[in-house]
């Protein structure tokens, strides 16, 4: 019974500090495990005024209600760049504002101007043409009896 009531306060002990760990130090755990397990708490939002690529980053000055943020990408930075314009509003997964930041989760782009379809989008062929099916010949037929 002693070892039972042992192994169940150790059990308890050990779900609160793994508890406290996730909601006091998210960045611990995540750095630990290489893997996001904290939620986001809230969409940062702000509009990007800047944006400079280089050779391996890509860097986003976005400003939010609360201040300023310099956006560091490292990963996915072509897929980043094309999506992401200047003057276009920017949602960061963040538990709190930052003012430098590292490959945070882009949760949403809003464009700022959105391009409607164009010309371009008409001369869009199919990557596979359709087959043109010939419509059967239609031949007048007159009624019979009629004798001409």
Aim: net charge neutral.
């Amino acid at each position: 019974m002693r070892g039972f009531l042992n192994f169940l306060i150790g059990l308890v002990v050990g779900v609160l500090i793994g508890i406290g760990v996730m909601i006091f130090s998210p960045e611990f755990v995540n750095n630990l495990l290489r893997i996001d397990l904290a939620p986001t708490g809230r969409a940062v939002e702000g509009r990007v005024v800047a944006k400079e690529l280089q050779e391996d980053r890509l860097l986003l000055t976005v400003v939010t209600p609360e201040g300023a943020v310099l956006v560091t990408f490292t990963k996915k930075v072509p897929e980043i760049n094309l999506l992401v314009d200047r003057d276009d509003i920017i949602g960061l997964g963040l538990n709190r504002y930052r003012p430098f930041v590292n490959d945070p989760p882009v949760i949403k782009v809003k464009k700022k101007f959105p391009s409607p379809p164009g010309p371009e989008a008409e001369t869009i062929k199919p990557l596979r043409p359709e087959p043109t099916v010939k419509p059967p010949e239609v031949m007048e037929q007159q009624p019979e009896g009629t004798g001409q």
